[in-house]
């Protein structure tokens, strides 16, 4: 079992800043990767980046230079800095990891639950 919690979302000014927290506990191995993923509504999910456990990034292009991912590996935790948010950010955030729950476990992967970013303008 895994548990993915999720904080720091809320309502925020255009322009503001957020920072998002997904903590990870329960049966683990190894995370390989972790990743926030965005859904507005009407719309597909979307990743916004993503981060291994090496510290190689990956971001949604047009995000780059205001989103940054970051992980803090001794505590299974990944954040998300938004700086400069527009309203079309708004969405639901997901937390996402691939992870093996033991050493001889295949990845799997997990979602948090989500949590609102709305954006003001």
């Known amino acids: 079992q895994v548990q993915l919690e999720e904080s720091g979302g809320g309502l925020v000014q255009a322009g503001g800043s957020l920072r998002l927290s997904c903590a990870v506990s329960g049966t683990i191995f190894m995370i390989n990767a972790m990743g926030w993923y965005r859904q507005a509504p009407g719309k597909q999910r979307e990743l916004v980046a993503s981060?291994?456990?090496?510290?190689?990034?990956n971001y949604a292009d047009s995000l780059k230079g205001r989103f940054t991912i970051s992980r803090d590996n001794a505590k299974n935790t990944v954040y998300l800095q938004m700086n400069s948010l527009k309203p079309e950010d708004t969405a639901v955030y997901y937390c996402n990891i691939e992870y093996r729950p033991r050493t001889w476990s295949s990845s799997l992967n997990y979602w948090g639950q989500g949590t609102q970013v709305t954006v003001s303008s």
């Open positions: 981060i291994t456990n090496k510290g190689s990034t």
